[in-house]
């Protein structure tokens, strides 16, 4: 427990009175939540975004140089913040997956990372100190990766005595093609034509199956844990014009990212890149960065997936 100092405690503490929070409202699906919506899904992101703040507003009184960035919320830090010096970054998605939640499907993630960067600039993935998520189910467990320490697994039975190390039980595809393979894909609002040429030329490879309805968080972990062998969402990079909802972004991705890569996973975008320089988010749009995702279980199968993915995309700017 020495390995995770007071914030990083309170951060997990706070992960599961969300998870908490969440069942209240979600669990008999008469939106008990209290809110000027009927929508039960809207009204649950809205009481766990207002119970973050809450939580916020109570360690600014111990930690003035921590921020906080949700979805809803945007940028928030307390009177004493300084921009001109270091400060902590705490950016979190309490319900990535809320739609799913809300039809009755337990594939709900509660995500969340900590980083640290220079003042007057907004932290990118590559100063991320600690990291979450928060499985939003039965068994109830956390998933974690700290700088310095490695991966970590908790619940709320064992706050006193987190597993670390080879503890955690992950164990990612070990693949090397796509022959019946289980596929995580994001396509939720992509145009029909558009979707279909991502997802025809993966079927000829011999692609068991693709799951769509979960979050792209819940997606990725699956990845770690060998439940999927890999995962894409194309959408961030396509033209704007077919699309038809909200894209994925950093706030969606990056604590499963991390998690996802010290497992030995790989993870970059469409093109190609790692993530290592995309920011958090966007103080000045406050809002989060969008990315697009093709990340599998090894190297091996990354590189099956990213040469079937970029040329499907290849073939759709040409049309």
């Not at 590559?126 to 499985?135: K, L």
């Not at 499963?256 to 103080?283: C, H, K, S, W």
């Not at 990315?291 to 040469?307: R, T």
Request: aromatic letters at 10%; a negative charge; hydrophobic letters at 40%.
């Amino acid at each position: 427990m020495e390995r995770f100092n007071e914030l990083e405690q309170a951060i997990i503490r706070l992960a599961f009175e969300i998870g908490t929070k969440a069942e209240e409202g979600f669990g008999n699906r008469t939106g008990t939540f209290s809110s000027q919506s009927d929508d039960v899904q809207y009204a649950a992101d809205e009481a766990c975004e207002q119970l973050i703040f809450k939580w916020a507003q109570r360690q600014w009184l111990t930690h003035p140089q921590l921020a906080l960035f949700t979805e809803d919320l945007g940028f928030k830090a307390g009177d004493e913040f300084d921009e001109s010096r270091e400060a902590q970054y705490l950016m979190i998605d309490p319900l990535d997956g809320s739609r799913p939640w809300a039809v009755g499907l337990r594939l709900t993630t509660c995500c969340g990372v900590l980083a640290s960067a220079a003042g007057h600039r907004d932290p990118e993935f590559s100063e991320i100190e600690f990291a979450f998520v928060h499985t939003l189910s039965i068994p109830s467990i956390i998933f974690g990766w700290k700088r310095g320490v490695g991966l970590f697994k908790a619940d709320s039975y064992t706050m006193g005595n987190w597993n670390t190390s080879s503890e955690h039980g992950l164990r990612p595809s070990t693949k090397s093609d796509l022959k019946g393979a289980f596929i995580g894909v994001e396509h939720y609002g992509l145009e029909p034509h558009a979707s279909a040429t991502i997802i025809t030329p993966l079927y000829k490879t011999g692609v068991n199956e693709f799951f769509e309805f979960m979050s792209i968080g819940r997606q990725l972990l699956s990845v770690a844990t060998g439940g999927l062998d890999a995962v894409i969402d194309v959408r961030p990079y396509l033209n704007r014009a077919m699309l038809r909802t909200k894209m994925a972004g950093m706030l969606d991705v990056a604590a499963t990212v991390m998690i996802l890569e010290a497992v030995g996973g790989i993870v970059t975008d469409v093109e190609g890149n790692p993530l290592t320089d995309y920011q958090l988010f966007d103080r000045k749009e406050n809002k989060t960065v969008p990315v697009s995702i093709i990340a599998a279980g090894n190297a091996l199968l990354w590189d099956v997936m990213a040469n079937e993915i970029q040329g499907a995309l290849s073939q759709i700017e040409s049309d």
